[in-house]
T-cell receptor, first 110, second 119 residues
Framework: QKEVEQNSGPLSVPEGAIASLNCTYS??????FFWYRQYSGKSPELIMS????GDKEDGRFTAQLNKASQYVSLLIRDSQPSDSATYLC??????????FGTGTRLQVFP | GAVVSQHPSWVICKSGTSVKIECRSL??????MFWYRQFPKQSLMLMAT?????????EQGVEKDKFLINHASLTLSTLTVTSAHPEDSSFYIC???????????????FGPGTRLTVL
């Protein structure tokens, strides 16, 4: 069974620190990787997509992909209390269906 | 751009009734839409893939006769929960894949979700 795994957290970081969120996936054939942010009671919001090995930066967010290790991460620099949410890692396998991890809850405290 | 709407945002119904949820892509065409369900403190679970002009593809364990999907146009998909029961109470979320190239053709944009409560 194709799986996406995340630590459920909560991950607590002080305001201004770097938050590091990790995700592993089971299928080496995975093509596309996404990070979504979900606030309580709301639907997921796309933060980053990454398709090739290496880093991809967008503002305070950096996604890192290592296909050999089947590992994708999200770094949030200068974390703010408004970043407190659940972060969902999602991966597409041999189709365009997204398989979601269970999410990591991030808490940024002032 | 890439806005997806859902209607209604919440609904309360009696057990045994049917509920229809609409999902619309507002500023792009979407041949493919997806329907998810999320129970409290759990992740999103894909229920079905909806393709315009053809039958939906349901995930294992999802009853196609209970969750009716109609994707009648490139901007609208509907999910009807038939004979709803309390265990169907959940957060239902749709997503749409933008047909327009170039870019990331497999990026899904999510609607705001519909919270269903069955009494």
């Amino acid at each position: 069974q194709k799986e996406v795994e995340q630590n459920s957290g909560p991950l607590s970081v002080p305001e201004g620190a770097i938050a590091s969120l990790n995700c592993t996936y089971s299928d080496r054939g995975s093509q596309s990787f996404f990070w979504y942010r979900q606030y309580s009671g709301k639907s997921p919001e796309l933060i980053m997509s990454i398709y090739s090995n290496g880093d991809k930066e967008d503002g305070r967010f950096t996604a890192q992909l290592n296909k050999a290790s089947q590992y994708v991460s999200l770094l949030i620099r200068d974390s703010q209390p408004s970043d407190s949410a659940t972060y969902l890692c999602a991966v597409t396998f041999d189709t365009d269906k997204l398989i979601f991890g269970t999410g990591t809850r991030l808490q940024v405290f002032p | 751009g890439a806005v997806v709407s859902q209607h209604p945002s919440w609904v309360i119904c009696k057990s045994g009734t049917s509920v229809k949820i609409e999902c619309r892509s507002l500023d792009f065409q979407a041949t493919t839409m997806f329907w998810y369900r999320q129970f409290p403190k759990q992740s999103l679970m894909l229920m079905a893939t909806s393709n315009e002009g053809s039958k939906a593809t349901y995930e294992q364990g999802v009853e196609k006769d209970k969750f009716l999907i109609n994707h009648a146009s490139l901007t609208l998909s509907t999910l009807t929960v038939t004979s709803a029961h309390p265990e169907d109470s959940s957060f239902y979320i749709c997503s749409a894949r933008d047909d327009r190239p170039p870019g990331a053709p497999d990026t899904q944009y999510f609607g705001p979700g519909t919270r269903l409560t069955v009494l």
